[in-house]
């Protein structure tokens, strides 16, 4: 974890967007190999780029990372077309560094959880492991219908 660490905060520093997400991919595709995840590098399919999947607990979940500026509606929305357009049982993570506007988050979305940067660094900092937040984030989506809770509310 701390060789990781230290790529986020090297990745942090970078003021170009687009390198910055392109090497924010990359650090999550090692974050979940870290933990067995079996992850898989991004791809294309039909013309739209998927920036990464990975298994946990036998499902498998479609990966969207954004490191720019808060995610909002529109950009939550694209997000659940391409998890919902999958096989029936498909599920996404978005994993959005600035975290989400405040109008983003709707009932229609049930398909994906929302992971920000505090939750980032809390695992880095060995204080909850990947999987751990990932049953506690989806256990709490099911049980409310809340994708977004960092690691604090989830207490």
Sequence with gaps: LSKLKVEFGIIAVNKN????????????????LLFD????G????????????????GTDF???????SQVDRGQLAAFCYKVES????????LV????VTSEAISPDFKSIIIMDGLDLVTILEGRVS????LFKKRRRAIETGNIYQNIYQLQ
């Design 37 to 40: 995840l079996e992850p898989k």
């Design 86 to 93: 999958k096989f029936k049982t498909a599920v996404g993570l």
């Design 42 to 57: 991004s791809f294309k399919i039909h013309g739209e780029q998927i920036d990464g999947a990975f298994t946990f607990q």
């Design 96 to 99: 959005t560094i600035d975290g």
């Design 130 to 133: 990947l999987p751990d937040l």
């Design 17 to 32: 967007f687009n390198q910055r997400g392109f090497q924010l991919e990359k650090f999550l595709y090692k974050l979940f």
């Design 62 to 68: 479609l990966l969207e990372a954004k490191w720019k």
